[in-house]
């Protein structure tokens, strides 16, 4: 299956230092958590990213609305994680 596209994006990236089997466990809890994501629960798919991110990442509600309300491709890039099944881009 092909990854998610890669898309240009302003936003700031953390190191990226996990390996494929603690990538595809965070997959999972993500995957079991959120139902279909439409492109009204992007915030929600987002926020169950950030908090199974094993502390990497720092999110809130509020956060993660602002973040796809001024980043559209972040919307595109969870859809294409989703489809994926894989939120490593993400992460």
Do not use: C, Y
């Not at 959120?34 to 950030?50: A, C, D, H, Q, Y």
């Not at 973040?67 to 099944?85: C, P």
Request: aromatic letters at 2%; hydrophobic letters at 40%; glycine letters at 6%.
């Amino acid at each position: 299956m092909e990854g998610p596209s890669k898309l240009k994006t302003t936003l700031e990236s953390v190191p990226n230092d996990l390996g494929d089997a603690p990538h595809k466990d965070l997959d999972k809890r993500v995957l079991t958590l959120v139902g279909e994501p439409s492109k009204e629960r992007l915030v929600t798919l987002l926020i169950m990213v950030v908090l199974s991110s094993n502390q990497r990442l720092d999110g809130n509600l509020k956060a993660a609305e602002t973040l796809i309300t001024n980043h559209l491709e972040l919307g595109n890039m969870l859809m294409d994680a989703w489809k994926s099944r894989s939120f490593r881009a993400i992460r």
